[in-house]
């Protein structure tokens, strides 16, 4: 049977990835496995493959497989890492996350979300993946430090917790500034300190939390 899907993403690596410059072999290999259809409502497959974010309940959204990919590549993944996830949403950038490192620890705050991430990332079988429901903007203490950590969520600032959390050589990849509008920024973390690097500008939903956003809606409190 011809996997419609499968050819789907194929496309989608040759038109939307490659021609915009994503190198990463593994990355690549990457978004032609993972079936990003499956992270979205039924309703959706159709638009799954396509250039752009799409909701996915709670008012979030599933990142555009354009920016997954540049943010992917930025945090440098050879295998071995592990990685700090804030924002699981649907769960795509996770399992995207745990074809290329050793084990994701992601937090997502909207406790819906995180149990149907979850579901999917058990359906296909990703045992290097633990979830947790959270304030992210506080990282995760008990697994600290981290090789890598990655926000999908636009940041008023860099979350101190999470270049605390950050080993020396380590990457975080951060969407952060203003409320619509943010630079997609990389920190290294040195023995000299921290280097930033500004990687272009982008769009995310609000990271909420002591260290992002602070909460603007009634019931999502934790
Ligand atoms: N990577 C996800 C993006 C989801 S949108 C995907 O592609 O599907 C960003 C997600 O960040 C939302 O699900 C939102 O609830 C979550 N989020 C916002 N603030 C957070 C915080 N402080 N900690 C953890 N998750 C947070």
């Known amino acids: 049977m011809i996997d419609h899907y499968k050819i789907a993403r194929q496309r989608m690596v040759e038109t939307q990835l490659i021609p915009r410059g994503i190198k ?14 499956l992270f ?26 354009f920016m997954v990919a540049v943010m992917t590549e930025a945090l440098e993944l050879k295998g071995d890492e592990r990685v700090l996830e804030l924002g699981t ?19 997502e705050r909207i406790s819906s979300l995180a149990g149907r991430a979850r579901k999917v990332l058990d359906k296909l079988g990703y045992g290097n993946v633990v979830v947790r429901i959270g304030d992210g ?7 600290a430090p981290f090789d890598a950590i990655i926000v999908t969520a636009g940041a008023p600032e860099i979350p101190q917790p999470l270049t605390e959390q950050l080993k020396i050589g380590g990457r975080l990849v951060i969407p952060a500034g203003g409320e619509f509008m943010q630079s997609l920024i990389r920190v290294r973390k040195t023995e000299n300190g921290i280097e ?26 934790y």
């Open 137 to 143: 903007t506080l990282g995760w203490k008990e697994e």
């Open 196 to 221: 930033k690097e500004d990687l272009g500008g982008c769009r995310f939903v609000k990271l909420i939390g002591e260290h992002g956003w602070k909460v603007e809606k009634e019931g999502y409190e």
């Open 40 to 65: 979205v409502d039924e309703a959706f497959y159709g638009q799954a493959y396509g250039d752009s974010p799409l909701p996915i309940g709670e008012e979030q959204t599933i990142s555009q497989p």
């Open 89 to 107: 949403g649907s769960g795509y950038q996770t399992a995207i996350l745990a074809e290329l490192c050793h084990k994701v620890f992601s937090i």
């Open 24 to 37: 990463d072999k593994r990355v690549l290999d990457a978004v032609r496995k993972v079936p990003r259809h």
